[in-house]
């Protein structure tokens, strides 16, 4: 399974890289990282819709997450990939924005990478 993460944070791809260093040896998942909504977008254009599962921030600078999850939804429908947004901040704003705008999932910070895991194990 691929999965593209996108955080502004560059300190993700290492803790995504050490929470699933066994599945990543075994080939169970691949990630790809993208540092910005744009650079996502980017990122999207040249992976022909492999990625099944995106992580995505919603507070960044430029592209919020919330405008990138409003574009993967418009362009990306065939495969339609699975789209969870992750946020420091559990308001119900964000989240009744994220629903309405198609995510599929609502993850909140510091990650529960076991909860995760599990909901990954479900999309398999």
Do not use: C
């Not at 977008?41 to 600078?61: C, G, H, R, W």
């Not at 119900?92 to 995510?103: F, H, I, Q, S, V």
């Amino acid at each position: 399974m691929k999965i593209l993460v996108v955080d502004d944070e560059t300190d993700v791809k290492l803790l995504f890289q050490q929470r699933f260093r066994r599945e990543i040896k075994h080939g169970e998942v691949e990630f790809v990282f993208a540092f910005s909504g744009e650079e996502a977008i980017s990122v999207l254009k040249t992976m022909d819709q492999e990625a099944v599962l995106i992580l995505s921030d919603i507070n960044m600078p430029g592209i919020s997450g919330l405008e990138l999850l409003e574009h993967i939804k418009k362009h990306y429908l065939k495969p339609p990939p699975v789209v969870m947004m992750i946020t420091a901040y559990g308001d119900d704003e964000n989240y009744n924005t994220a629903k309405r705008l198609g995510a599929d999932a609502f993850l909140t910070k510091p990650l529960d990478f076991k909860a995760l895991k599990g909901k990954l194990k479900n999309l398999m």
